[in-house]
């Protein structure tokens, strides 16, 4: 069988590492740069290199940022009283969309997942009871994804905040169950969270 001249296979192989790129569009993508000016494939070099030098996530809130803390956890308008906890950094965009939340964010960047060996020390918890010594925190609003995996670790967590005496909630499952919060229109995500109940 004739293969591409190394180089593109390497390329090939790499896009193909990436979430949702099967070998039939890592072709595409590799054979949309071949064509393409060295202008377009530097300026997709600098955006990535830009990104992995000057993206870290928040000490407070584990979203991802270039200063540290947030622009979330340092704003004066912001609601100090509220957190939302999600599983990714995606999910924050969501709910920003709606327009409607003002509090804060805390980003697990992952959850429970017994297959996949993601178990409590895994995620992003520590620096969650850490913010809640002080109590200004009032309520927890859990809004991980309606999975398995994301009710999991919304039951998991409800059940280690619940002791401390604040308010812990669900969001509504308006959501389609399975689905990832990223996908879920304003509305969904509006409802979803001036629906949520307590745990
Ligand atoms: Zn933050």
């Known amino acids: 069988m004739l293969d591409y001249a190394e180089p593109v296979t390497k390329l090939i192989d790499e896009f193909k590492r990436l979430p949702g790129i099967g070998h039939k569009s890592a072709q595409r993508l590799a054979f949309h740069l071949l064509k393409g000016s060295a202008e377009d494939s530097e300026r997709l070099i600098a955006a990535i290199r830009e990104v992995k030098e000057k993206i870290i996530f928040c000490s407070v809130c584990n979203n991802i940022t270039d200063v540290d803390p947030c622009r979330f956890c340092t704003s004066p308008t912001r609601d100090r009283h509220t957190v939302v906890v999600v599983e990714e950094p995606q999910s924050v965009v969501t709910i920003e969309k709606t327009r409607e939340y003002r509090g804060l964010y805390h980003v697990l960047h992952g959850c429970l997942s017994p297959i996949r060996g993601i178990g409590p020390d895994e995620l992003r918890l520590k620096n969650l009871l850490e913010r809640l010594r002080d109590g200004e925190i009032q309520e927890i609003i859990l809004a991980t994804n309606p999975t398995t995996e994301g009710?999991?670790?919304?039951?998991?967590?409800?059940?280690?905040?619940?002791?401390?005496?604040?308010?812990?909630?669900?969001?509504?499952?308006?959501?389609?169950?399975?689905?990832?919060?990223?996908?879920?229109?304003?509305?969904?995500?509006?409802k979803a969270i001036a629906n949520r109940h307590e745990m």
Not at 174 to 187: H, I, Q, T
């Open 151 to 190: 009710e999991a670790t919304a039951n998991y967590i409800g059940r280690l905040l619940k002791p401390l005496g604040l308010k812990v909630t669900r969001i509504a499952m308006g959501l389609p169950v399975g689905s990832d919060l990223e996908y879920a229109d304003e509305v969904t995500m509006h």
